[in-house]
């Protein structure tokens, strides 16, 4: 379909009746997920050629770019010849009623035809094999759980482990950030904070040990394509990755008598080398878990680890907030514009929505003004935080927005811990 060549061997996964060779379909996978801070994407969604992008979707959620030369051989018809032929506002393919456009007709699946194959690595990363099954104790013999969080933040892999209902006899946080470690601390007076994970020695780890759990997402500056200046895995704050895999085999070994789960975050955005250098590193492959499935917020990430279930599929529960509206302030007169919003990083620009970056609340009674940014109360409900978490020592509200935007989604960590609920003391 994009080269032309006979040796199809993939259809494409968005599409109907089209097809990929091995090249095409790598590129079009490297490419997918890359997108700009506004949330529309580097390549087209057709070829994944980043050259003559003529069209980006003006559904505010999607944001898809489609080239001069796809719309030209697939999708321009008698009656539309040219772009100007289009319908003002223009939804693609994916987002239009029809599902079609010229010769070219969406899958009815192709959401999940796109996770399940951004799910799976090369032919060299698929004989990793980390979720074997683990003997679950008898629930006398289940003891609380200790745990060792590397870059920590603001705790939210605390939160998402009592939200999980799970008894901790020992939470030892890794952070250098001092404001996060305040906010930290006011909620979680017992957390053993022990700063840098550079100075953490085989020693040190040694005395605090042993543990049941490490989690830990090292920076994504160097590794997001969003960063035009990133540097890669190897070096600046990427090289962070290495500590975690140094600490995590310390903690394997001084803690062999029992078994030791972990987790590791980062961004989907990320080249395939330095995926495949993770991968190789941690003997994993990684899974997508997006936060829009258990929230209002558009937040995908890779994940590696050896939790219990962790390729199941994701499912909500009644209390989590799933649109928007949910998570504004209740009689202030704000009505949220989009079910779903576009993923909140440490910018406040961030919260803009699609190519016309339109705010994503609007107030009662001057429903065509420019509307409002979201107040950090709402960004905590996104994030599945309680008001008013990060509203310690008069921080401003840029910092309170730096540190949401640098944590992990609490209902994302809660899908992804319950099952240890099998292998640990509850609270309930």
Known sequence: MVCQTNNVQHSHPLFERCYLCKVCMQEFLQGTLLC????????CSICN??????LICDELQCGRPYCHDCMSRFCYTKSMK????LPKPWLCILCSETG???????????????????????????????????????????????VLSLFDGISTGLVALNRVGLQISKYISSEIDEE?????????????????????????????????????????NELSHVNPARKGIYQGTGRLFFEFYRVLSYVRETSASNHVFWLFENVVTMSKDDKSCISRFLQANPVV????????MNRPRYFWGNLPGMPRKVHALESDKLTLQDC?????????????????????????????????????????????YLWCTEIERVFGLKPHYTDVANMTRQARQRLLGKAWSVPTLRHLFSPLKDHFKCER
């Open 82 to 85: 040219t772009a100007e032929d």
């Open 289 to 296: 878990v997006n936060a829009k499935d258990l929230s209002c």
């Open 328 to 372: 504004l302030e209740p009689n202030c007169g704000r009505i949220a514009r989009f079910k779903k919003i576009n993923c909140i990083t440490t910018r406040i620009g961030s919260m803009k929505q699609g190519g016309q970056r339109t705010l994503p609340v609007m107030i009662e009674g001057d429903e065509t003004g420019p509307g409002d």
């Open 100 to 146: 079609k456009m010229g010769s070219l007709s969406r899958r009815k699946d192709w959401q999940e035809q796109l996770k399940t194959l951004l799910m799976k690595s090369d032919s060299k990363d698929c004989d990793y094999n980390v979720y074997i099954p683990y003997p679950v104790p008898p629930v006398p013999q289940r003891k609380p759980i200790r």
């Open 180 to 220: 996060a470690i305040k906010v930290s601390l006011v909620h979680h007076p017992h957390v053993v904070q022990i700063g840098d994970i550079k100075k953490l020695t085989l020693k040190r780890i040694r005395e605090l040990g042993p543990f049941d759990l490490v989690m830990g997402g090292s920076p994504c």
């Open 36 to 43: 700009n801070e506004d949330e529309t994407g580097f390549y």
């Open 49 to 54: 050629s980043g050259e003559n992008l003529l």
